[in-house]
């Protein structure tokens, strides 16, 4: 297990991290996750990411049951404030919510602070000045060491260091986009400028196109899969392309890949997100620890992956 950097800064990750988006609260209880968060801890893994939002907030309960078993310095964990509740003032990144949705989250976590806190969507609503005061408030105050952003654009991860610099306030250190062999063109393009002019780190979600990059939808929507239990999710992936029978063509050529390489599609698509020299952490998703332990065999895979292998794989994706 390789220890990344976010960034320039100075807060070390586990290459690979365990989230809590869609399992926590929903396929995992107490005992699940905490046979999975200590599997994952065993193998090298130090870096637990959760949300208010998962499970409404079921996924911090559950993931703070199990965090007061290890000794805070030696993991890393964070959390991800937008989508509080109903109510008017419950969600978004008003100073309000800001504070309110952090402090809650710390008590279900039962933590005194976080290492990572995230504005979980960029708010169209609220003044950015008013978003990184408080950000600034939290960390300052110790609630969080570090703050970053989820699905910001390039326009707006530059405002935010604009008016961080103007206020004199603690800037965001990571962006948590969506990246896979499907999605990369915010991380691979749109965010170069960002990287250079301000260091930040990246720790990428849905590593697997939840679940299409296994090749398990190539021939429909299996029984008790995610898609099958989560009809929304389903919706937005065939919105997007992401079901199309274009996209499972290329699919279906990077499983040939994998074949030919004796590895397993799922450990090929995460290597080649950790080739990326760009992304602090790659946030794994799963629904029991022996999953897990197949994941994880994406570090060896990733240290044979070679030139000409990522070529290959460049243009069957182009």
């Known amino acids: ?14 290459e690979l991290s365990l989230g809590s988006w869609l399992t926590f609260g929903n396929q995992l209880d107490v005992d699940s996750a905490k046979e999975a ?37 030696d993991i890393v964990v964070s959390t991800k404030i937008f989508w509080g509740g109903n109510g008017p003032n419950d969600r978004g990144l008003s100073r309000k919510h800001l504070l309110e949705g952090t402090w809650n989250s710390l008590r279900r976590l039962q933590l005194d602070y976080v290492d990572l806190i995230y504005c979980h969507r960029p708010d169209p609503e609220t003044p950015i000045e008013e978003t990184v005061l408080a950000m600034d408030y939290i960390v300052r105050n110790g609630l969080a060491l570090y703050w970053g952003t989820s699905e910001w654009s390039a326009d707006q991860l530059e405002a935010a260091h604009k008016a961080c610099k103007e206020l004199n306030c603690v800037p965001p250190i990571v962006e948590q ?18 990287y250079e002019k301000y260091g ?13 990059l296994t090749g398990k939808y190539n021939n ?18 065939e919105e997007r392309g992401l079901l199309s029978n274009e996209t499972l063509g290329k699919v279906r050529e990077i499983g040939k890949i994998a ?14 997100c950790l080739k990326n020299p760009r992304v602090s952490s790659v946030i794994l998703g799963v629904s029991n620890s022996e999953q897990l332990k197949e994941n994880l065999k ?10 000409d292998i990522m070529e290959k794989i460049k243009k069957i994706l182009e």
Do not use: C, H
Request: glycine letters at 8%; zero cysteines.
């Open 298 to 307: 994406a570090i060896v895979v990733r240290e044979k992956l070679t030139e």
């Open 200 to 212: 930040m780190g990246l720790t990428t979600f849905s590593p697997l196109a939840s679940g299409i």
């Open 37 to 73: 968060m200590k599997e994952a801890f065993k193998q090298g893994i130090n870096f637990f990411d959760t949300a208010e939002a998962y499970a409404s907030g079921m996924a911090e309960f559950i993931m703070g049951q199990v965090l007061k078993e290890f000794r805070r310095t």
């Open 259 to 272: 074949k030919e390489f004796g590895v397993k599609q799922s450990q090929l698509a995460l290597a080649w």
């Open 1 to 14: 297990m390789e220890y990344r950097k976010l960034g320039k800064w100075g807060l070390k990750v586990s």
């Open 177 to 194: 986009p969506l990246y896979n062999m499907l999605s990369r063109e915010r991380v691979e393009k749109e965010y170069l400028p960002i």
């Open 220 to 237: 429909g929507i299996p029984e008790n899969s995610r898609l099958a239990r989560f009809p929304w999710l389903k919706k937005n992936l």
